[in-house]
């Protein structure tokens, strides 16, 4: 017995699983060409995975990345992200990882599983002091160096030109930083993010 | 939309640091203590030489039955402003509020109103012991002296990285406890000895349920008793919002730098109960030990249960009482607790065999590790370097 909803949502899905009703899609290698421009709005909280979810939009920021292919089918790329947040109470970040990505189509979506390692310098929230020369010296919002190791799934819309221009994506990323405090290993924290990969350039 | 985007510039451009620094002025000692004690001079000199290394503030308190007291502080208890530390000053406690909670419970005790082999269920409400596992094995006696298995709730990973995302979230005993949710008891209860601060918030817990109100037992029947005037514990909502309580620092990198986090402390510390949750100045904290030891706030046969120790089960050696720690220096047993905050540090202890009581406090976090948190260890080593000479 199926289910009236599931035949509703079929009905819904049809236009794109049942090829000849739709043009034919050409193959997502013709489509891909290398180095585009990816933008992105993105909110930072410092949390577990799935929890605090009532900070997921609190600390904006911005992301900026390009990528290349590894195949053909361009299943497997190589990203490049960098990014700033603001977040008055754990500290701002910014940060630069390069992320081995897999990217499986399925119609005109796509989705993607990135993982990679990188830097990210965590700025101290308040004003922090140093002991030098016997005196204490200010220093505004001093941070650390710290290696980063994100992890991140995304879900993207392709469209069904031969060579889209913009195509819109979501992520969920999560990362840890290693040395933030000998005492805490790692620290978890978390991105969502929304932005475009934009094909500026013909390669 | 082009309001989004100014909204968005501005949010990102509001680069202003978060400021949590509190009012901090100097105070006037009321007890007097005795300039020519005999260790002051080696005293003075540790507590300066940390202060020159990094600590932003640091306080020593002793006392011995024939030398009297004797204090003296060296740094500053707000850098920003550069307001010295003094012997006067309110110094969080941290986790010595164990030893206030243990010994007000063990008052209870002493009326009958509490059996310290009973299970917890007996006393919590049930609201409250079903957030625990296996609640039912656990007796009073085991959260006393941390065999209870219990996790701690303050190592989950959950609660630290929210309090440093919401550094001015009030967390209720209730939340504290709902960290447990799902978890399991570590060990048999019993079965061994494992710090946990989830014993001592059930504790204070179990205390409010059997005589009503855990504060106010602890001001009438030990604070007001002994002449602890310096001492504040929830006593008003914002008892720790006070000019005389030191500034707290925190050294969150490890790197060398602090930041002051006085707020997010203060706001960190009224919101922990029974394991936690002290201020008091450093002579009060002497005195309050004193009177434990000198059984003038237990009878002795409870201050003998609060010195029963369990063991190390690394070292097998004496660890533990009932909101009393033992530890060894050098060969000389102390009996007392330490305290390890986000913003603050502290130390105190009775040293029976050489008649010495001394309370140590620094106003920077040591919960976490870093180059001057190393400093806080090497400073109470020194300090008992020159106490057991």
Do not use: C, W
């Given at each position: 017995m199926i289910k009236p909803s599931f035949l509703s949502a079929s009905f819904l899905a049809l236009p794109l699983l049942?090829?000849?009703?739709v043009p034919p899609l050409p193959s997502a290698g013709a489509l891909y060409r290398n180095w585009p421009v990816v933008v992105g709005l993105q909110f930072h909280t410092l949390?577990?995975?799935?929890?605090?979810?009532?900070?997921?939009?609190s600390n904006p920021g911005l992301s900026v990345g390009t990528e290349f292919r590894y195949n053909r089918r361009a299943t497997l790329l190589q990203g490049l992200q960098a990014g700033y947040y603001h977040n008055r109470y754990a500290g701002n970040g910014l940060y630069a990882a390069p992320q081995l990505v897999y990217r499986p189509r399925f119609g005109p979506l796509y989705a993607e599983l990135r993982a990679g390692a990188g830097v990210l310098y965590a700025m101290q929230p308040g004003h922090s002091y140093e002991l030098k020369d016997g005196s204490w010296q200010t220093n505004n919002q001093g941070g650390k160096l710290m290696l980063m190791l994100p992890v991140g799934l995304s879900l993207g819309y392709n469209g069904?030109?031969?060579?889209?221009?913009i195509s819109p994506f979501v992520s969920y990323q999560v990362f840890v930083l290693h040395g933030y405090n000998p005492a805490i290993p790692v620290v978890p924290n978390r991105l969502l993010q929304a932005g475009v990969r934009a094909h500026l350039f013909n390669h | 939309m082009k309001t989004v985007c100014l909204g968005l510039l501005l949010a990102l451009g509001a680069c202003t640091p978060v400021d949590f620094v509190a009012p901090a002025t100097t105070c006037t000692a009321e007890t007097s203590i005795?300039?020519?004690?005999?260790?002051a001079a080696g005293l003075r000199q540790v507590l300066q030489h940390y202060a020159a290394a990094g600590l932003p503030g640091c306080v020593v308190a002793v006392y011995s039955p024939t030398e009297g007291y004797w204090a003296d502080a060296a740094g500053f208890a707000q850098i920003e402003n550069r307001t010295p530390m003094q012997v006067c000053h309110l110094q969080y406690g941290q986790s010595v509020a164990k030893t206030y909670a243990a010994a007000a419970l063990l008052l209870l005790y002493e009326e009958g109103?509490?059996?310290?082999?009973?299970?917890?269920t007996d006393y919590l409400p049930a609201t409250l012991s079903?957030?625990?596992?296996?609640?039912?094995?656990?007796t009073v006696r085991m959260l006393l002296n941390h065999t209870s298995g219990l996790p701690d709730y303050s190592s989950n990973a959950d609660y630290i990285a929210y309090l440093l995302q919401h550094p001015k979230h009030r967390f209720s005993s209730a939340d504290y406890l709902d960290f447990l949710t799902g978890s399991k008891l570590e060990?048999?209860?019993?079965s061994k000895f494992s710090y946990s601060n989830t014993n001592y918030l059930l504790v204070a817990l179990i205390t409010d349920a059997i005589h009503g109100n855990h504060v106010q037992l602890i001001q009438d029947r030990i604070l007001a008793p002994l002449g602890l005037q310096r001492t504040f514990y929830?006593?008003?909502?914002?008892?720790?919002?006070?000019?005389?309580v030191v500034n707290s620092y925190f050294?969150?990198?490890?790197?060398?730098r602090v930041e002051n986090v006085s707020q997010m402390q203060q706001i960190n510390v009224e919101t922990l109960y029974g394991d936690d949750g002290i201020v008091a100045s450093p002579l009060d904290y002497v005195n309050f030990l004193r009177a434990l030891m000198e059984d003038r706030l237990l009878k002795p046969s409870s201050r003998q249960l609060m010195m029963s120790w369990v063991n190390?089960?690394?070292?097998?050696?004496p660890k533990y009482g009932m909101g009393l720690y033992h530890i060894e220096h050098q060969g000389q047993v102390a009996y007392g607790h330490g305290g390890a905050g986000l913003g603050a540090g502290c130390a105190l202890y009775y040293l029976p065999d050489k008649q010495l009581y001394f309370f140590l406090g620094v106003?920077?976090?040591?919960l976490t590790e870093g180059k001057l948190v190393s400093k806080t260890g090497e400073l109470r080593d020194a300090v008992l370097d020159e106490l057991v000479k």
């Open positions: 049942v090829e000849g009703q949390a577990m995975p799935f929890s605090d979810g009532k900070s997921a939009f069904r030109q031969a060579s889209p221009r | 005795n300039p020519s004690f005999s260790k109103k509490v059996q310290l082999d009973a299970p917890i079903r957030k625990l596992p296996d609640a039912q094995k656990i060990f048999k209860p019993g929830h006593n008003t909502p914002n008892y720790l919002r006070q000019p005389d050294e969150r990198y490890g790197n060398g190390d089960p690394k070292t097998g050696q106003n920077m976090g040591t």
